[in-house]
């Protein structure tokens, strides 16, 4: 069984905060993403890496930024919260190969910034 | 860009009722597609995708390249059917994987 695991469940971070949530996967996938998810927008696309320290924008990278130092850990960092910030981060992984291949979710952190 | 659209946000029907969740995308290249679903307290997980051409819980999805849709179908729906489901699309030659905005699906008794 696959797992994709985030650090936090609940997060609650005041304004101006840098803010790391942690991802991390046991099935050596190569691919890995950060979405967030707001009612009535979605699953919104951050950022996604295909292997080791490789990182591409999604759609709304603006305000975020990645790190993969490991292959099995996506950390995503909110350089400065802010309550516009505030919203589900899903994390996900896939393998590179084959084609087709299934993401895998994690239970979602829900932050919200005061 | 690649780009899903669900454009209902919320469908109602009552159990039994065919039910129909559309899926447009805009892609010119031969795509990936896939059904997510998210059922209540549970993470996002995958439903079908468009290369396995199987019925899943009921549902199928045909790939329509001239109408660029994926339409999700099930002939008799089930109350435990009621969830969110997000159209997912995946371009040749990237790894992007994008999402539409969800629909959300209640089968009443």
């Known amino acids: 069984d696959v797992k994709v695991t985030q650090s936090s469940r609940y997060l609650v971070k005041r304004t101006g905060e840098k803010v790391f949530l942690e991802c991390v996967q046991d099935?050596?996938?190569?691919?890995m993403f950060w979405y967030r998810q707001d009612p009535g927008l979605g699953l919104r696309l951050i950022y996604f890496?295909?292997?080791?320290?490789?990182?591409e924008k999604g759609d709304i990278p603006e305000g975020y930024s990645v790190s993969r130092e490991k292959k099995e850990r996506f950390s995503l960092i909110l350089e400065s919260a802010s309550t516009n910030q505030t919203s589900m981060y899903l994390c996900?992984?896939?393998?590179?190969?084959?084609?087709?291949?299934?993401?895998?979710f994690g239970q979602g952190t829900r932050l919200t910034v005061v | 860009a690649q780009r899903v659209t669900q454009p209902e946000k919320l469908l109602s029907v009552f159990k039994g009722a065919p039910v129909e969740l559309k899926c447009n995308y805009s892609?010119?290249?031969?795509?990936?597609l896939f059904w997510y679903v998210q059922y209540s307290r549970q993470r996002l997980q995958l439903l079908l995708r468009?290369?396995s051409r199987e019925s899943i819980k009921g549902f199928t999805a045909d790939l329509n390249k001239g109408e660029t849709s994926f339409h999700l179908k099930k002939p008799f729906a089930q109350e435990e059917d009621s969830a969110m489901y997000y159209c997912?699309?995946?371009?040749?030659?990237?790894?992007?994987?994008?999402f539409g905005k969800g629909m959300k699906l209640t089968v009443n008794p």
């Open positions: 997912a699309l995946k371009k040749g030659g990237s790894e992007k994987l994008v």
């Open positions: 996900a992984s896939r393998p590179g190969w084959p084609q087709n291949t299934e993401a895998f």
């Open positions: 890496s295909y292997d080791v320290k490789m990182k």
């Open positions: 468009h290369i």
């Open positions: 892609y010119s290249g031969s795509p990936e």
């Open positions: 099935m050596d996938h190569e691919n």
